[in-house]
C-alpha cells in the first residue's frame, strides 16, 4: 500500500496501530512478564489492572532501571547473574520475585485511536518512548503504535511519490 504525503499526515492511531496486544497483569511476576515478553518477541506491553484498564507499561528500559536502582548500575553484572549486562537479561528465572506493579513505568502514555500521526510523534519525541498505547473511552488497550510503525508509515508515503534513490544519481522516475 502506497500513501501519498496528505494520506501520511491524514493517518490516525487506528490506521497505524497494532491490534494484536499483548498485556500484563499488574499483578504478574517480573519473570512472568520476561518470559511473556520473551515469548512474544517484544520489547514491552502495556500493563493492566483486575478490570482491564491500562495503568503502565513495562519495557526493556524498566528492566534496566530496576537494575540500576538494586545494584548502583556499576556492579550489575556481578550482583546478579540474571543480567551480562545492564541491558539485557540473560534468566528470567533468576529476576527477584517482585510484581509488575513494582517495576513497570507508571502514567503510560495514551491516546485514542483518532490522535493524528503528528501527535504520536510528538508524544513519543517529547517523553523519548517508542510505543504509544491507544485505549478506548474507559482506558482498556485496543492497540500500540510503535515507533517502527509510523517508519513504515513514512517509508510507504515515500515510496508513493513514485521515485527511486540512486546514490550515483538525482532522483529518477519509479520505472526502476
Known amino acids: 500500500m502506497f500513501l501519498s504525503p496528505q494520506q501520511l499526515f491524514a493517518m490516525k492511531a487506528a490506521d497505524l496501530m497494532s491490534a494484536s496486544l499483548v498485556v500484563i497483569s499488574d499483578e504478574m511476576s517480573l519473570k512472568g512478564a520476561a518470559h511473556l515478553l520473551a515469548q512474544a518477541a517484544i520489547t514491552g506491553a502495556p500493563v493492566v489492572d483486575r478490570s482491564g484498564r491500562c495503568v503502565g507499561v513495562l519495557s526493556a528500559t524498566d528492566f534496566v532501571h530496576w537494575m540500576d536502582r538494586e545494584t548502583r548500575a556499576v556492579t550489575a553484572c556481578a550482583a546478579s547473574p540474571a543480567f551480562c549486562a545492564s541491558w539485557q537479561i540473560v534468566d528470567a528465572e533468576r529476576l527477584p520475585d517482585v510484581m509488575v506493579r513494582d517495576c513497570m513505568t507508571r502514567d503510560p502514555v495514551m491516546v485514542a485511536a483518532n490522535a493524528t ?60
Request: aromatic share 2%; hydrophobic share 45%.
Open 117 to 176: 500521526l503528528g501527535e504520536l510523534a510528538r508524544k513519543m519525541l517529547d517523553v523519548h518512548i517508542h510505543r504509544v498505547i491507544v485505549t478506548d473511552s474507559t482506558l482498556k488497550p485496543i492497540g500500540i503504535v510503535s515507533s517502527t510503525d509510523i517508519l513504515a508509515a513514512v517509508v510507504r508515503a515515500d515510496q508513493a511519490r513514485g521515485f527511486c534513490h540512486d546514490e550515483s544519481k538525482e532522483l529518477e522516475p519509479a520505472a526502476c
